[in-house]
């Protein structure tokens, strides 16, 4: 997949008839997928070379409309979720306010026509951009008469019930029903985060933990035990992780940790990508370390009972 990062990048690359689609794409879900496959259809159908184009970083973070943004992925995830879409080229352009004051009709003509050689527009159905967000379907629809590109807009598709979009599945993800928010996303929910020591209160009772240091933005889901793997060093483990705080300790502290099965070793790794395969039981403060540590085995009797049956 081509990256082409910022507006001068594009113009020395020098795109040509370009079937495009604009969006900020965070999650990469299923209803992103049904936009970059019809994006990938009408490539092929008009002979066309299918571009996405994206913000960084993502326009609530800049423009703070509606209070702070808890994004489903970071930059760097949402590259890697849209190289195993299949478009080829990813047009990357900074985010700020000066970009956000471009009137739509501008961004459609500066931009995506002169500068991207744009011959279709896919769109999904409740997008907007621009300035005020003023660039919905209905005036993209007008725009396309006039300036000699097709349009294309992508319905709505619902999922158990769950609109296939970003902050539905937020919310689902940070107080909701954690499958069904898989289910939208189209994949487990993963978090990417820099390895950390912890206060080794795990080994302790047993249960030594990989403890990780969450980006800045990145959404933590419901916080409970859940049944994991954790991929560093080039391999991938089992095992159960951990979201929340140390209730049982008075400790206040957002933990996210994950203890290992059957590991032993040393971890050479700075990072690691803790994915999480289902969610086993909310937050409880216990009376004891060994009544806490009763139930960390109970718990993983529980995962691995359930992580062999997947198996």
Do not use: C, W
Request: charged share 25%; proline share 5%; aromatic share 8%.
């Amino acid at each position: 997949m081509k990256v082409i990062s910022g507006l001068s990048n594009v113009e020395s690359v020098g795109l040509r008839n370009v079937a495009a689609t604009l969006g900020t794409f965070d999650g990469v879900h299923l209803g992103h997928r049904k936009i970059i496959e019809t994006l990938l259809r009408i490539g092929a159908e008009q002979d066309l070379n299918p571009v996405l184009v994206t913000f960084n970083p993502h326009p609530q973070l800049v423009l703070g409309r509606k209070g702070p943004t808890e994004l489903l992925t970071t930059f760097d995830e949402k590259m890697k979720l849209l190289e195993d879409t299949g478009v080829e080229t990813v047009v990357v352009l900074e985010f700020n306010r000066q970009l956000a004051s471009y009137p739509p009709e501008d961004f459609v003509r500066e931009i995506l026509l002169k500068k991207l050689d744009m011959k279709a527009l896919v769109f999904g159905y409740d997008h907007a951009f621009g300035k005020d967000r003023a660039g919905n379907r209905e005036l993209l629809e007008e725009i396309s008469k006039n300036n000699g590109f097709t349009f294309t807009v992508v319905p709505e598709y619902k999922i158990d019930g769950l609109t296939l979009k970003s902050t539905p599945i937020r919310k689902e993800l940070k107080l909701g029903d954690y499958k069904r928010a898989v289910a939208a996303l189209g994949y487990n929910y993963f978090i990417t985060g820099k390895i950390v020591k912890g206060h080794g209160v795990g080994k302790t009772m047993g249960y030594p933990t990989v403890n990780l240091a969450v980006p800045s933005g990145k959404l933590l889901p419901r916080e409970g035990v859940y049944a994991a793997t954790a991929r560093f060093d080039g391999r991938k483990y089992a095992g159960m992780a951990y979201i929340g705080q140390r209730l049982t300790f008075d400790d206040e502290t957002l933990s996210v940790e994950i203890n290992l099965f059957d590991f032993s070793g040393r971890i050479e790794a700075d990072t690691a990508v803790l994915e999480l395969l289902g969610f086993i039981r909310p937050p409880a403060k216990f009376s004891s370390p060994d009544e806490l540590a009763k139930n960390i085995r109970e718990d993983e009797k529980v995962i691995r009972g359930r992580i062999n049956q997947e198996e």
